[in-house]
């Protein structure tokens, strides 16, 4: 069977590749990295040079997770810009309500947005391969790292992507859409540690599975990624290890073990993506939706 | 073909449809009057699966709206009255991909897509960019985009709004068209006697009710029925007017500036009769006429004229 492309990625890639907008966004994405890049080697060189017996070569491997954690911040920034204005976007040119009559389903509408903002922001990281591939080349990193790099991108892609499509079908207009998503971004990157933080002001004497809220965090993956990649550590790792079982509580204790703890909470954001991709195509389903004044937010869990 | 039934849409406590109910026989042209605010597009939307109603049923082709979704959509094309177009988007590419959204093959898009341009008239225009077409290439291109699935029933949501007189006789030609190709079509407007050239039935809506609804025929006749005359006069206007006052079953509606609009609610005989005595009575008369059977004053008395 032959797999047919969703429409809406094909449409708006098409329009996409004739704008204007994603050459300068190269450009600008391709300069931020360099400038990233061109930091970091000068801080390289004066450590090496301070110990002139070192070599160089050894402290490239530093240029993987500068550039990384970059790549990062620019992809959790730009894609929720993307998502938020894609439906809202359609509502202002006054396409959107064509579109709902079509065969097309809400679901396979908010996926097609996804799919491609998705497929415009892997551009750009594909266009950032070579600089990245100095780190592996030259740093001696192992490439199977580079695979798993891509797919925390596409993780995260995945997740600010559904986060801006969220805020895009319950927003009549782009701007506010964008400004929704930041609010929704940073109250899920900061509501997770309230369980952590109440446990220890309080002073309780086990943090029992308050731990467990961390999984839905992005930035806390993404900690424990980039420190598994650098120390073969980890900061939660670190916790198990300094605190005894009865001082959290017993799934933590196990699934701060290792690796684990990522796969898990990759599982754990995906959910949460999906959770919103859903709450996305119940808003624009007219047959659903309730007159369209009401606002919903749905908060971290 | 479409049935719609104690159709009724709240928005908070304004009710803009109020129990309209509706029976579209398939390959009717049917019109859709009404002034501003009336509740066209409410009920159009509604039909389309843009809105949800409040109350009622609305059944497509034999289905109901809610079951069947995506068959009931393949039944249905709509040209909104207020729709954009996608910029950096080729004409031809624009028609690829609603094809698309509605599941269809490449290769049929593409030879309907020729065929439905050259029926709009857009042959020539297949490489132009959507965002450069003049407003009414555009409204034609959305006609030719609604079709492309093959729709049993066509949507149009005042369709003309916007378009140069030229602009609209090709549209009402189109749709002309169209209907003579077997396509059940509902046309919205607010101009009546631009539906009433081309429509075979025509509803008339005002403040959310159907208020008249029937073939063009027998609105028509509803027309004839008329009991206003027009009276033009030469003479003295002062006293014509009171001697018209004074006849039993003669109302005065207005007086001009030789002419008086009376309405007289009698047979042919009767008027007969009451000529003879005007002129018995020294009237110089020039004219004596009943009102042409215009649908607008027909349209006017139904809606009150009034916007709301
Ligand atoms: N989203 C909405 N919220 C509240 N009221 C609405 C909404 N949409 C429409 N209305 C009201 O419903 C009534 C009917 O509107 P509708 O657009 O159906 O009229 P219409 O017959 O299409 O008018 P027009 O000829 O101007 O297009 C109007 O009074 C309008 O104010
Ligand atoms: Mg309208």
Redesign the pocket.
């Known amino acids: 069977m032959k797999l047919k492309l969703n429409p809406i990625v094909k449409k708006d890639m098409q329009v996409a590749a004739r704008s204007m907008r994603i050459s300068w966004g190269l450009l600008a994405y391709e300069a931020v990295l360099a400038l990233a890049f061109m930091l970091a080697i000068l801080v390289i060189q004066e450590d090496v040079s301070y110990s002139s017996y070192r070599n160089i070569y050894n402290y490239l491997i530093y240029l993987f997770p500068v550039l990384a954690v970059t790549q990062v911040c620019i992809v959790a920034l730009i894609v929720p810009i993307i998502t938020a204005s894609s439906i809202s976007g359609e509502k202002e040119r006054q396409t959107f309500d064509i579109m709902l009559t079509t065969c097309m389903s809400p679901f396979s509408i908010v996926l097609g947005k996804m799919v491609s903002a998705m497929i415009r922001i892997l551009f750009f990281v594909a266009a950032s391969m070579p600089v990245m591939a100095l780190a592996f080349v030259v740093g001696g990193l192992s490439w199977s790292l580079l695979f798993y790099f891509l797919l925390t991108i596409v993780l995260l892609s995945i997740f600010s992507g559904s986060v801006g499509i969220f805020c895009s079908a319950f927003c009549k207009r782009s701007i506010t859409a964008v400004i929704l998503s930041f609010v929704i971004y940073f109250v899920i990157f900061a509501l997770p540690f309230l369980p952590v933080l109440f446990a220890a002001i309080l002073g309780w004497d086990s943090f029992g599975e308050s731990l467990l809220f961390l999984l839905f965090d992005p930035v806390v993956f993404f900690e424990e990624f980039f420190m598994h990649i650098i120390s073969e550590t980890s900061i939660l790792g670190g916790v198990s290890h300094a605190f005894t079982k009865d001082q959290v509580g017993f799934i933590t204790y196990h699934l701060a073990q290792g690796k684990l703890w990522m796969f898990v909470s990759a599982a754990c954001i995906l959910l949460l993506s999906f959770g919103f991709m859903l709450l996305a195509a119940w808003k624009i389903n007219p047959l659903h939706a309730s007159?369209?004044r009401k606002r919903k937010t749905k908060g971290a869990e | 073909m479409l049935y719609i039934e104690d159709l009724t849409?709240n928005?908070?406590t304004?009710t803009?449809?109020n129990q309209l109910s509706l029976h579209i026989p398939e390959g009717d042209l049917f019109g859709f009057v009404?002034?501003?605010?009336?509740?066209?597009?409410?009920?159009?939307?509604i039909v389309c699966g843009l809105l949800r109603a409040s109350a009622g049923k609305v059944r497509i082709g034999g289905m109901a709206l809610e079951a069947g979704k995506r068959n009931r959509k393949r039944l249905i094309g709509y040209v909104p009255?207020f729709f954009g177009v996608y910029d950096n988007l080729k004409v031809r590419e624009y028609m690829d991909f609603y094809g698309s959204m509605y599941g269809m093959g490449h290769r049929d898009i593409v030879k309907l897509t020729d065929d439905l341009l050259e029926l709009v008239n857009l042959t020539d225009k297949k490489e132009f960019y959507v965002d450069t077409l003049s407003r009414g290439m555009k409204q034609r291109l959305c006609v030719a985009r609604a079709l492309l699935h093959n729709p049993k029933l066509l949507i149009l949501?005042?369709p003309s709004s916007g378009l140069d007189p030229g602009a609209r006789v090709e549209m009402k030609e189109l749709l002309k068209n169209l209907h003579s190709m077997g396509k059940t079509i509902v046309i919205?407007s607010?101009i009546l006697s631009e539906l009433s050239e081309m429509c075979s039935s025509i509803g008339i809506?005002n403040r959310?009710q159907l208020v008249a609804a029937g073939r063009m025929e027998d609105i028509m006749q509803m027309l004839a029925g008329g009991n206003r005359i027009h009276v033009c006069i030469s003479s003295d206007m002062e006293p014509a007017v009171r001697f018209l006052k004074e006849q039993a079953g003669v109302m005065v509606d207005s007086v001009r500036e030789n002419e008086v609009l009376i309405s007289y609610d009698r047979g042919d005989e009767e008027i007969c009769v009451l000529i003879g005595r005007m002129i018995q009575s020294g009237i110089v008369l020039t004219g004596f006429h009943r009102e042409e059977g215009s649908l607008e004053s027909l349209f006017m008395q139904l809606t009150g004229g009034g916007d709301?």
């Open positions: 007159s369209g | 849409k928005y908070g304004f803009a449809v009404g002034p501003n605010g009336a509740g066209k597009t409410t009920t159009i939307r009255d949501d005042e919205s607010h809506m959310g709301r």
